[in-house]
């Protein structure tokens, strides 16, 4: 065992030092450190009351708002372990995280009826349900109004590796997994974000909030409760772009967190250029990479604040950063272009073979990391365990190589990749070039079986705004950008791209529809 601070001591501490400082901000109401501190600390009396403690986990279904704000720190300050889901679950896959993860606590946001009965009727080791809003049952406001009277005011001593947060991947290739998120562990990568991702990082900062705190905006906040920067909530759970700008210029926003899906959004409206965004400093996108002709526009719309990093939900979003200084506008190669950055401070990057031995630079393998921003193992799935952990670094399941400079640029995930003729395809690669097409808005390529060839790729394309595609002249568009044995064998137009409820483009399910229409 070795003692660790509970991740509940930073909000205590800020709480102390700037008591009066704006913490969170949503629609019309602003809280201070001091009243979150208070809404907190009487919060997790209420849970211990119920008999909810120290490694017990608890389910948070709910949009953003200062009650999925406020869960995290409760569930800490008593040792008890978060498991928030992502909102835009169905109700049978919500269950099965409540089940999968014996959460002896559901709080539920009020506006999913459906995914509260399921999970209370999947999951036999619940004991305590909480709404989030008006409904049935004790809500959250009923928790903090009873333990204010005694409330939690000392964090429970936990070590190390006392799990604080199981983070629940997408589930992609199968059931999701529930990464173990220990206290040490987040307090490693909350001083990385810090160092790595926003420097300088204060009180004077605000932090827009544009995704949900369930996953990486979650982590995101933790950083701006260390520092004292107020965290602030778009009105609903949709994207609203002019309002996510009105609030930018309103509160001196510097940093947010951000997918390159929401980016493209945000850059693209017209409203980017209607309100003043000067204040902005980081602007950090994750979550996948981002298309370089994307990656360009951002910059012209809102100039050298551009943070990328690459990370996984099990390494904590911590892997790789590329800050401001090496993005540019212009293809130079003194710049990484196309890369995704250096590794982040503390952690080790390698590109391992089939056989688990180190790839030379410029070669292409498996992404694989080591570090204190690891997660402890996959909840109760030791067979996940041994081949995440084999060879004794986590392996991402991402392709891609290293650079002369330790630069790494990913070439896509190993299940995309598909063999044509002989030669591997790397889908991201082609996906680049078509979306360099004036026409093309958005690129999706997928490898098929194919008779002469094993397996051919189809392009899935989306017309930009006002165009539309040409898929002879978007071919004749490849010649000389692209090796032949790498061009689709097809082109097929579609209104729009599916999306996961991460923002994701799941390649299995455009198999799926391109089947259904009969286009394979």
């Not at 506008?329 to 250096?342: M, R």
């Not at 094993?454 to 392009?459: K, P, Q």
Request: glycine share 10%.
């Amino acid at each position: 065992m070795i003692p660790t601070s509970n991740l509940a001591s930073p909000l205590l501490q800020t709480a102390r030092r700037l008591p009066d400082h704006p913490a969170l901000v949503w629609r019309e109401r602003t809280w201070t450190w001091a009243e979150v501190a208070t809404r907190v600390t009487a919060a997790a009396a209420g849970l211990r009351a119920r008999g909810i403690g120290a490694g017990d986990r608890v389910l948070v279904h709910a949009r953003n708002g200062n009650a999925i704000f406020e869960s995290c720190w409760a569930c800490w300050l008593i040792g008890a372990v978060w498991v928030p889901t992502n909102f835009r679950l169905s109700p049978p896959e919500v269950a099965f995280l409540a089940a999968n993860a014996g959460c002896r606590a559901h709080l539920f946001d009020t506006g999913f009826p459906e995914h509260r009965a399921a999970a209370r009727a999947g999951n036999a080791a619940c004991m305590v349900e909480v709404a989030i809003g008006e409904g049935a049952g004790p809500s959250w406001e009923d928790l903090v109004a009873e333990g204010a009277a005694s409330p939690v005011t000392e964090t429970v001593a936990v070590d190390r590796d006392h799990p604080a947060w199981l983070f629940y991947t997408s589930g992609t290739t199968g059931r999701p997994k529930g990464g173990t998120l220990t206290h040490g562990q987040l307090a490693f990568v909350v001083v990385n974000h810090i160092a790595d991702l926003m420097p300088g990082l204060s009180e004077r900062d605000a932090s827009l909030v544009v995704a949900p705190l369930s996953h990486g905006a979650g982590i995101h906040a933790m950083a701006q409760v260390a520092r004292g920067a107020a965290s602030v909530l778009l009105p609903g759970e949709r994207l609203d772009v002019p309002e996510a700008w009105r609030l930018v210029e309103k509160h001196r926003v510097s940093n947010m967190f951000t997918v390159p899906t929401i980016l493209n959004a945000l850059c693209r409206d017209a409203s980017v250029d209607a309100h003043d965004h000067s204040s902005l400093r980081h602007v950090i996108y994750a979550g996948a990479p981002m298309y370089r002709e994307d990656q360009k526009h951002a910059l012209r719309k809102l100039g050298p604040c551009l943070v990328q990093y690459f990370g996984l939900g099990e390494v904590t979003g911590n892997i790789t950063v590329l800050p401001p200084e090496w993005h540019s506008l212009e293809d130079d190669p003194a710049f990484p272009i196309g890369s995704c950055g250096y590794p982040r401070t503390g952690i080790e990057v390698a590109i391992l073979d089939a056989q688990n031995r180190r790839l030379a630079a410029g070669e292409t393998g498996e992404i694989c990391v080591r570090g204190p921003a690891v997660m402890a193992g996959y909840f109760e799935n030791p067979v996940a365990n041994e081949k995440a952990f084999a060879g004794g670094w986590f392996h991402t399941g991402d392709l891609g190589h290293l650079d002369a400079r330790g630069f790494l640029h990913i070439t896509g995930r190993q299940s995309d990749m598909y063999i044509s003729g002989g030669s591997n395809v790397y889908p991201r690669e082609v996906e680049e070039v078509l979306l360099t097409h004036p026409d093309v808005a958005e690129a999706c390529v997928v490898g098929v079986p194919h008779e002469k060839w094993g397996e051919a790729g189809i392009a899935v394309l989306v017309a930009a705004e006002g165009g539309a595609i040409d898929p002879a002249s978007v071919m004749a568009h490849l010649d000389g950008r692209l090796g032949r044995y790498k061009w689709p064998s097809r082109i097929v137009v579609w209104d729009a791209l599916p999306r996961s409820g991460y923002g994701k483009v799941p390649k299995a399910e455009v198999k799926r529809l391109l089947a259904e229409r009969g286009d394979i």
